[in-house]
T-cell receptor, first 112, second 117 residues
Framework: TQLLEQSPQFLSIQEGENLTVYCNSS?????LQWYRQEPGEGPVLLVT?????EVKKLKRLTFQFGDARKDSSLHITAAQPGDTGLYLC????????????FGQGTTLQVKP | GAVVSQHPSWVICKSGTSVKIECRSL??????MFWYRQFPKQSLMLMAT?????????EQGVEKDKFLINHASLTLSTLTVTSAHPEDSSFYIC?????????????FGPGTRLTVT
């Protein structure tokens, strides 16, 4: 059974602070996606990483994929209250019919 | 774009009745759609994988006779909760994957809040 460990599960910070969310597994991913979800809505795809060592940036968000494609991180610079939400990582493994395995999620609260 | 809609967005039903939730990919074809359930402040739990023109594949512990899934076209999948009970109350979310995809990306609908009284 593939597991995706996401940490931390809860994070409460002040506006302007930086933060990093981690996603780790013992298995190699085909690809990994990061989603953001607001209460009462569906998750919205932020980014997909496929290549080991890949770094993608989305404004103040930086996504990294580990060289071995077993881990990923999301770094937010100068967090803003609008960044508040549930962040989910989800991985696809070779041969699992394209199902995504989700991490436990990180609930982020950014206080003004 | 990759837009997925769900209908209804919320529904209240009485115990023992059935409820149908629709999931549509609006601007792309989706051979595969997925149905998830989410409890408050928790991650998504995959219920079943729905493939167009074939039977759905259910995850372990999900009752296939209770949660009926139909994927009749490349843009529509439905989830019917039969003989609903209060414990079925939850947030149900569908997702769709493009017919041709490299990275297994899924695009999610806005979710359906089901309350069984």
């Amino acid at each position: 059974t593939q597991l995706l460990e996401q940490s931390p599960q809860f994070l409460s910070i002040q506006e302007g602070e930086n933060l990093t969310v981690y996603c780790n597994s013992s298995s190699v991913f085909s690809s990994l996606q990061w989603y953001r979800q607001e209460p009462g809505e569906g998750p919205v795809l932020l980014v997909t990483v496929v290549t080991g060592g890949e770094v993608k940036k989305l404004k103040r968000l930086t996504f990294q994929f580990g060289d071995a494609r077993k881990d990923s991180s999301l770094h937010i610079t100068a967090a803003q209250p609008g960044d508040t939400g549930l962040y989910l990582c989800a991985g696809a493994w070779p041969g699992n019919t394209g199902k995504l395995i989700f991490g436990q999620g990180t609930t982020l609260q950014v206080k003004p | 774009g990759a837009v997925v809609s769900q209908h209804p967005s919320w529904v209240i039903c009485k115990s023992g009745t059935s409820v149908k939730i629709e999931c549509r990919s609006l601007d792309f074809q989706a051979t595969t759609m997925f149905w998830y359930r989410q409890f408050p402040k928790q991650s998504l739990m995959l219920m079943a994988t729905s493939n167009e023109g074939s039977k759905a594949t259910y995850e372990q512990g999900v009752e296939k006779d209770k949660f009926l899934i139909n994927h009749a076209s490349l843009t529509l999948s439905t989830l019917t909760v039969t003989s609903a009970h209060p414990e079925d109350s939850s947030f149900y979310i569908c997702s769709a994957r493009r017919t041709v995809t490299v990275a297994y990306e899924q695009y999610f609908g806005p979710g359906t809040r089901l309350t069984v009284t």
